[in-house]
Every structure is written in C-alpha cells, then in structure tokens.
C-alpha cells in the first residue's frame, strides 16, 4: 500500500505539529517502522511475526526475539550509514517538504543547526536523490489533456569572457495541459488552461535523438504534443505521438498563445533558481531540476512531500559527500534512469 494512503503515519502540519510527533530519534525510529511493517514488525531473517528488542541507544536497530538477528530500519534509506542523528533527518525533510520554495544549503545548515556546512549540503542532495521516483510514469496519456514540449537555456555566466562564449545548458521540459470547469473563478486566466505534471531533463543538444528520446522517455505514447517547428520534434508521429507543430514560433506571441503553459514553467523555474540557489552549476543542475519537479508535481499537496520524501527516499541510491564532488555521482533524471 502507499505510504500516502495510510492513516496510521501521521504528519504534521505545523511546527508544533512536527514537535509533538517527533520529539527523538526514536519517535522518528517508531515513524520507520510503523511504515515498513504496517502490521507490526516482521523479521526479514526468519519470518516470525512479533515485537522486537530495541535498543535504547541504537534507534535504528531492531533485534528479533526468535532468532535474534538484527535488521537496520535505515538500510536502503537515504539515512543509511549516516552519522546524522534520525531527528535531524526529519527535521530536514519537513523543512524541505514545508516550504514551497525550498532553501540554499547555507539556509538549511543554519535551520538545523549544522556545524558543518558539508553536513547539510550532503542531507540536502541526499533527499533530493529521494525526489525522484524510480518506477515514475511517463506523463500525459489522458484523451481530455494535451501536453506541451519545449526547450530553454539555463543558467551560465557570460561576462568579461568574450563573445559567443556561454556556459548554459540546454534543458527539455513537457507539462500537462488540463482545464479548469467553467464557470470556476481561475478559468479566464490562460483560457482555464492550467499545468498539470511536469518532467523536466538536461538534454545534450537540439537533436531528434535528444528532444524526441526526451519525449519518448517522459511522455506516454499517443498523447497529443505540441511542440514548435523545430526540426528535433519531427519525428514524434513516427515514434507514435499525435503530434501538433506550431509553425513560427520564433515569434513570441505565437508562443505564448500555443505554449503558454510551458512558458509559465520555463519562467517559474528560472525565477526559482536564480532566487533560491542564486544560480546553480551545470554539474549539480539535474538535481536542482528534479527538485523543482518534485515540488511542481506537489504543490497542491505540500504537506504530502514530507512523507512521500521519507517513502521515496527508502529505495533510491543517494551520493556520499565525496562521489558528489569526484563527479562520479550522476543524479537521476526525470524519468529515473542515469544519463
Ligand atoms: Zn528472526
């Protein structure tokens, strides 16, 4: 069952809330376990059903009373191995989860109380690693939704290094198209049309391999897309797509009347991540983009994300400090898998 559906774990919904629900590290522990073993504790070594021996100083560990064996509540968790205590985890996650516009490690080192700057850039981007689910659906596929394709450049400073010389990265995004019933309050502004999901990925080049690959890994076959006339989209009706190319979109307002809501996401996104993060480098991008997704995807819902990070996190492989800056982490994409 999903970790959101279930009544039984609680979250909160203000500070007071979250102080009450998670006053230790073993409060936290009991939140775990509660979510892996809904049931009550089952041990994975020999099968027996019961409750287990806990240990007063070692909050992630639960001993079984048949055969004695230990299991880690975090293993497989983005808390695995860490030297952090559970509650500062938490704390991170609903700080995280809370505030719709997330904040900078400098931000989230002083919230907790961090000593180490490095401690909260590595919680930071190991729950970030968790905002992306493994097995996400490809978007789109709805007959009454449409979903719109299209690119930008990010970031990159040009100054003082001459002309034509650039550090920005092209980034591919598709969102969902859906409309509000008439006759709602919201329905004048962009003709009721509002975003739904978002998917949002570093591609390496305008190519079809990269804007069409792009949307064949983010949206489900049979949708109906609209994208400009750019060459790189042409062969969406090949690859099975209803696709629509909007002819001259060079020309603002012909973009901002067939692809107003990919605009709205483009200038959402920049706006963040010059806000927030100050600008970010093309190395860690992928992850500030799956943070926004995250966000975007749940901003109906923000208190669900503290949960859903706590779920999420469970199966994804995060970074240690040190792989984030050898370059030998690749952060997962939208879709999930490692480019
Ligand atoms: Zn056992």
């Not at 080192?109 to 097995?135: C, N, W």
């Not at 010389?165 to 329905?187: F, M, N, S, W």
């Not at 990269?210 to 750019?230: K, Q, Y």
Request: hydrophobic share 35%; proline share 5%; with cysteine.
């Amino acid at each position: 069952m999903d970790v959101l559906d279930r009544a039984d774990l609680p979250f909160p919904e203000s500070l007071p809330d979250f102080q009450r629900l998670f006053p230790n590290d073993a409060a936290c522990a009991a939140y775990l376990e509660k979510a892996r073993w809904g049931d009550g504790f089952s041990c994975p070594h020999c099968g027996v059903v019961g409750e287990p021996f806990r240990i007063a100083t070692r909050p992630g560990v639960l001993t079984c009373r048949s055969c004695r064996r230990q299991t880690g509540l975090l293993v497989g968790t983005v808390m695995e191995r860490s030297h952090t205590p559970l509650s500062v985890w938490f704390w991170a996650a609903y700080l995280i989860a809370s505030q719709t516009q997330g904040m900078s490690a400098v931000q989230f080192q002083r919230q907790l109380g961090l000593s180490r700057y490095e401690t909260a850039f590595g919680i930071l981007h190991k729950l970030r690693a968790g905002m992306v689910r493994p097995d996400q659906d490809r978007i789109g596929g709805r007959a009454e939704e449409h979903v719109e394709v299209d690119e930008t450049y990010i970031g990159g400073r040009t100054r003082g290094e001459g002309r034509g010389i650039h550090h920005k990265t092209l980034v591919t995004a598709a969102v969902e198209v859906r409309h509000r019933e008439p006759g709602t309050a919201q329905d004048k502004r962009n003709d009721g049309r509002y975003a739904g999901r978002v998917r949002l990925s570093i591609s390496d080049d305008r190519s079809a391999e990269s804007l069409a690959g792009f949307v064949e890994s983010a949206v489900m076959p049979g949708t109906l897309v609209i994208t400009d006339d750019w060459s790189g989209y042409a062969s969406l009706r090949k690859r099975g797509y209803d696709h629509h190319a909007i002819a001259e979109c060079g020309d603002p307002e012909v973009a901002e009347e067939f692809l107003p809501i990919i605009h709205l996401v483009f200038s959402n996104l920049k706006t963040w991540l010059n806000g927030i993060h100050h600008g970010v480098s093309a190395k860690h991008l992928q992850a500030y983009l799956n943070e926004f997704t995250f966000r975007f995807n749940r901003r109906f819902y923000p208190f669900n994300a503290f949960r859903s990070l706590l779920g999420i996190a469970g199966g994804a492989e995060s970074p240690t400090f040190a792989e984030l800056y050898s370059g030998e982490w690749a952060h997962p994409t939208c879709s999930g898998y490692l480019r």
